[in-house]
């Protein structure tokens, strides 16, 4: 019903910058909001940034002042920039959105993305 399709993964060195994208398709009436997390190996998936619609805009700590999350709410799409780039911030990125369908507009549910990998390393 509801397909996230994200792209802009890869490998990038120490201090380098990298942008994801997702693009949210399918029979949505409404996104309540859009983000990423990203799970490294060994470890649970855990908060990147997340928007809500027409509202505020929450970082993980760890990557506050180096990524900025954005959203196109004309094209259903959600962007992460990256910089500052740090070994640590290695992981597979998933992106994240809470959606209403058409076939069910009062019920929101969570979808997910397949996952890009990005790699800092030198």
């Known amino acids: 019903q509801v397909q996230l399709v994200e792209s802009g993964g890869g490998l990038v060195q120490p201090g380098g910058s990298l942008r994801l994208s997702c693009a949210a398709s399918g029979n949505i009436f409404s996104i309540n909001a859009m983000g990423w997390y990203r799970q490294a190996p060994g470890k649970q998936r855990e908060l990147v940034a997340h928007?809500?619609?027409?509202?505020?805009?929450n970082y993980a700590d760890s990557v506050k002042g180096r990524f900025t999350c954005s959203r196109d709410y004309a094209k259903n799409t959600v962007y992460l920039q990256m910089n500052s780039l740090k070994p640590e911030d290695t992981a597979v990125y998933y992106c994240?959105?809470?959606?209403?369908?058409?076939?069910?507009?009062?019920?929101?549910?969570?979808?997910w993305g397949q996952g890009t990998q990005v790699t800092v390393s030198s």
């Open positions: 994240h959105a809470i959606v209403a369908t058409i076939q069910a507009m009062g019920v929101m549910k969570p979808y």
């Open positions: 928007i809500i619609s027409g509202g505020s805009t």
